[in-house]
């Protein structure tokens, strides 16, 4: 049967979302909790995978793995995954990532998404409804209903996952976490972040001419579950990311790199209060730049947080003694946590992290415990799958940063502070704003 973009927008991705809320369907495997540990893995224990988009920081995806078995590679254009297909010449080629699960079910183990964010989505479910585990680039979904709908997926069928923000695997935000959590750093009250991008189009309008499509591009199975529209470069490669239907504008992008550190160390949980300022949004692309405020409730020997997001050309004020970003670090992306007892900085995947005074770092230092060594994320991933355990950025973690930086990026929409029910899902002052909790896709919501 011919898998149109119709019957998977009213089958899979419906049948996903009632997975997920724990409603039962006809075209899905019942619940497991032993599904993580049912593999099909070859006799030399390796993993069978296949790789949703091989492109990019797809094709980054496909290496960390290339040491397991490569079952299939899926990839809307052909050009873009050129050099992926090439090094495995033998291996089935798909732009349709349906038609590879459907075609190699019972020989694969587990499923890398390295799509846009507007997809994230929609393939983990249907992976993981398969019981297979998933690796998916940050952030785990476009938009908040999705990304509990993962969450809870991932607990109903067993099955490991980890979302791709790197640095979680990495020693700094653990280093951090231990500087406040011993109480070295005294009470965190304030937390400011930083990233320069967006480095791609954003405050722009939808572009009027069509060009001619390239042969090289299944654009249909690009747009997946996006409204229709025609073909653009000021979409893809790489562009995609400015644009409300298909990416999650600078904090969507950086948030689950640069905030990491913010949750491993403190916990927050999610915003209760958030608003924004910003060079203007409009209904195709989010700003050019913006400052996001997102207040967080007091926690368990935890005082309330205030966390201000600063990216495109805003930045947060330097501290005393500090006369530069470049002073700090790194330029690029970073944090500050202003404590009680010292000033922290961290860079953008928790590296350089330090008190900003010499001797307070100093005295941190004689008492630090030994830093750990980092590990690959993706091969943490592996290794995790054929454990049977979950890796530190598994869905449980990662489910509640994507969350924050959706509500986050939410704001901008808004004219005004908005507050959010993170137990109900959903903002109490703004009911306009809780239409985009859930996608909208072309059929309608999933829900």
Not at 204 to 223: F, G, N, S, Y
Not at 319 to 331: I, K, R
Request: glycine share 10%.
């Amino acid at each position: 049967m011919k898998l149109t973009r119709r019957h998977f927008l009213s089958s899979t991705l419906a049948g996903g979302a009632m997975a997920a809320a724990g409603c039962a369907t006809t075209d899905t495997p019942p619940a497991s909790s032993e599904a993580a540990t049912n593999t099909t893995r070859s006799p030399n224990g390796q993993l069978g995978i296949v790789c949703v988009g091989c492109g990019g920081q797809g094709a980054a995806d496909l290496r960390a793995v290339s040491d397991e078995r490569i079952v299939a590679l899926c990839d809307v254009d052909s050009n873009r995954a050129e050099g992926a297909f090439r090094a495995f010449p033998n291996v089935p080629k798909y732009t349709d990532y349906r038609e590879m699960l459907e075609k190699h079910h019972d020989d694969i183990d587990a499923v890398t998404v390295s799509t846009p964010d507007h997809m994230h989505g929609p393939v983990a479910l249907a992976a993981m409804q398969l019981g297979k585990h998933v690796y998916v680039q940050k952030p785990m979904a476009r938009t908040v209903a999705e990304t509990r709908w993962l969450r809870d997926t991932a607990r109903q069928y067993g099955v490991v996952t980890q979302m791709g923000n790197q640095g979680h695997s990495l020693p700094g935000c653990w280093m951090l976490r231990e500087m406040i959590q011993s109480g070295f750093a005294g009470e965190i009250t304030e937390v400011h972040a930083w990233t320069n991008r967006p480095n791609w189009p954003q405050g722009v309008e939808r572009p009027k001419d069509t060009p001619e499509q390239p042969a090289t591009i299944d654009w249909e199975r690009w747009l997946g579950v996006a409204p229709e529209r025609p073909y653009h470069p000021a979409y893809h490669p790489g562009r995609w990311r400015g644009w409300w239907d298909f990416g999650t504008g600078a904090m969507g992008d950086m948030g689950c790199h640069v905030l990491d550190p913010v949750f491993t160390a403190l916990e927050p949980g999610l915003p209760v209060r958030s608003w924004a300022e910003h060079s203007g949004v409009n209904r195709e692309t989010l700003p050019k730049s913006s400052i996001i405020t997102m207040e967080f409730a007091a926690r368990e020997n935890m005082p309330p947080l205030t966390l201000k997001w600063h990216d495109g050309d805003e930045r947060p004020p330097l501290p005393e003694g500090v006369t530069s970003f470049n002073d700090l670090g790194s330029e690029g992306s970073g944090t500050l946590y202003y404590g009680s007892r010292g000033v922290i900085y961290a860079g953008e995947y928790g590296g350089f992290v330090r008190f900003l005074d010499p001797a307070r770092q100093a005295e941190w230092e004689a008492i630090a415990p030994e830093r750990a060594r980092g590990v690959n994320h993706q091969r943490a991933w592996i290794d995790a799958c054929k454990a049977g355990e979950q890796p530190l950025s598994n869905f449980d973690y990662a489910w509640t940063i994507t969350e924050a930086s959706l509500v986050g990026v939410l704001a901008m929409r808004a004219e005004e502070p908005v507050e959010y029910d993170a137990e109900n899902m959903r903002f109490t002052n703004n009911d306009e704003l809780n239409e985009f909790i859930y996608p909208n896709y072309e059929l309608g919501s999933a829900g």
